[in-house]
């Protein structure tokens, strides 16, 4: 595999995917970050089997290929390169060169095969709303979720779609938090409870622009 992308859109990349790096697990695999560029696109992909992050960073493939490199130890050493463009090249091993005008690191990695997928989702209906609307509803509710792992629907938000209204609940068995939101178009009825962690961390990734969307 040889990738080159520039300095800034990898350390986005890989700063977004680091929420989904486990500090403790007893697969070693998991504690990697994948990098595939086996198509037209590269994609960073982490997993710690309750959370799951794949992001696309622009870059230029010159070789196809995968590899799993440890996500700490790359976030380290993209974080202190230069303000260039980064060339990240692997051998039949899966030993990784990363280079950066005269700077040079050579770090083991290993084989993308092992890795925990994430799982494909149908998106047959995608409800779209603004990056600041969402922001604050979870701003809003992630507060009154449960702490405790008696029972999992209470560590997690309801999102429910009726009468093209769209409303978040969030209840520790001493409080409840509801928000709700009129959407302009029709939506079909559903309703979903979301991990209280996974939108904590969505909530950090979104700019909270009024402008920018999100589905």
């Known amino acids: 595999m040889k990738i080159i992308c520039s300095k800034s859109s990898l350390l986005k990349s890989v700063s977004i995917a680091l929420k989904a790096v486990p500090s403790k697990t007893t697969m070693p695999i998991l504690e990697c970050i994948l990098m595939d560029a086996t198509t037209n696109q590269i994609k960073f992909t982490t997993n710690d089997m309750e959370l799951g992050i794949e992001t696309i960073v622009d870059g230029t493939i010159e070789e196809k290929g995968k590899v799993a490199l440890d996500a700490k130890i790359f976030y380290e ?5 230069p303000d260039n463009d980064v060339t990240i090249k692997t051998d039949d091993k899966y030993a990784a ?5 005269k700077a040079k690191f050579n770090i083991p990695g290993k084989s993308g095969e092992d890795f925990a997928y994430l799982p494909m ?13 969402l922001k604050e509803m979870i701003r809003q509710t992630i507060f009154s979720i449960a702490v ?3 029972n999992k629907l209470m560590t997690g938000e309801l999102f429910e779609i009726k009468n093209n209204c769209l409303k978040v609940v969030s209840l520790d068995g001493h409080r409840i938090s509801i928000r709700k939101m009129s959407l302009k178009k029709d ?6 409870v979301v991990p209280g962690k996974t939108l ?7 700019s909270g622009e009024v402008d920018d969307q999100v589905s």
Do not use: G
């Not at 939506?187 to 979903?192: A, E, G, L, Q, T």
């Open 148 to 150: 405790n792992e008696n």
């Open 187 to 192: 939506y079909s009825d559903r309703k979903v």
């Open 97 to 101: 060169t990363i280079t950066c005008e």
């Open 77 to 81: 050493i993209i974080r202190r390169l």
């Open 121 to 133: 989702i149908e998106k047959d209906e995608p409800l779209t709303i603004s990056q600041y609307t």
């Open 200 to 206: 904590s961390e969505v909530s950090k990734i979104l």
